[in-house]
């Protein structure tokens, strides 16, 4: 008799989470007996949870604001992506109970460029990369860009000390960096390869991002790890500008790839039909 496997997202709060939508597209599409659902967890209240999960019949959960950085302490390994980034995101109930920790953010921020970019994805490498913010996925896109070749980091964030840390972590993962202050961040643009918004500016209830686009070259890739809305007021001007973009919403899809295959056993697609879904999912 075969027994259904569970899986979910804690987070606090975790209403809006799009999780549910993504991974229950993939268990219809193929057939499996399993669940994935919202699992609304206060800080104070992550270590009994993460360590109830073995007892629940869990075979793992991911984790989203604020939960990433504690989970660091409460999980028995951690691996070496997820150390590099500082965060969790994605726990795994080994066989004997134990818990597994990892990071899918930077292999789901790439692949979502592979995807958008296509063959001209080692040309935006090839150029210095342009990061706006220095938070919790700054850190996982800076890791994935250090990783796919890029040699250049120009991080512009409105406080240098916060940008600091993230500064170091690209420079021990093979990169140059320059500091940029967020006042004169058009700076950060001229000769770029790439932009890439990994702030909550433009996003639907946040402040707009201001910024001018004029010195970044027409052939410089701009990504906006926001997807709502979809396309963003900073796609919306390169893309008006002749500049090629990808959207946000492809990040939160590959990411939640490896966790699914981790969990139920498939590795799944990421596609048109899953992007409808996920955007039409009711949050």
């Given at each position: 008799m075969s027994k259904t496997i569970r899986?979910?997202?804690?987070?606090?709060p975790i209403a809006h989470s799009r999780s549910p939508a993504l991974h229950g597209h993939w268990l219809r599409r193929h057939d499996i007996d399993g669940s994935y659902i919202a699992l609304p967890v206060r800080p104070e209240d992550l270590p009994a949870a993460l360590r109830a999960l073995p007892k629940q019949g869990f075979a793992g959960v991911n984790l989203t604001v604020?939960?990433?950085?504690?989970?660091?302490?409460?999980?028995?390994?951690?691996?070496?992506?997820?150390?590099?980034?500082?965060?969790?995101?994605?726990?795994?109930?080994?066989?004997d109970g134990t818990l597994d920790g990892t990071n899918t953010d930077a292999y789901g921020f790439i692949a979502n460029l592979r995807q958008g970019a296509?063959?001209?994805?080692?040309?935006?490498?090839a150029g210095p990369a342009a990061i706006l913010g220095a938070g919790g996925a700054a850190r996982a896109v800076v890791v994935a860009l250090c990783d796919a070749g890029v040699r250049?980091?120009?991080?512009?964030?409105?406080?240098?000390?916060?940008?600091?840390?993230?500064?170091?972590l690209a420079r021990q993962s093979g990169a140059d960096v320059?500091?940029?202050?967020?006042?004169?961040?058009?700076?950060a643009l001229a000769g770029a390869g790439m932009l890439v918004n990994t702030t909550t500016l433009g996003m639907q209830g946040a402040p707009p991002l201001d910024l001018a686009l004029d010195a970044l070259p027409g052939a410089a890739l701009v990504h906006d790890i926001v997807y709502a809305p979809l396309i963003t007021p900073l796609l919306a001007a390169a893309q008006a500008r002749g500049n090629p973009i990808v959207d946000g919403l492809g990040m939160l899809l590959f990411q939640a790839q490896p966790a699914f295959e981790a969990w139920f056993g498939i590795r799944p697609s990421v596609d048109a039909d899953l992007r409808a879904a996920v955007l039409a999912a009711r949050v």
């Open positions: 899986a979910g997202v804690m987070g606090w604020p939960h990433k950085q504690l989970a660091l302490d409460i999980v028995d390994r951690v691996d070496p992506v997820a150390a590099r980034i500082g965060a969790v995101n994605t726990v795994i109930v080994a066989a296509g063959d001209a994805l080692a040309r935006y490498l250049e980091i120009r991080l512009v964030n409105r406080t240098r000390a916060n940008a600091e840390p993230l500064a170091e320059v500091l940029i202050a967020w006042d004169v961040r058009a700076d």
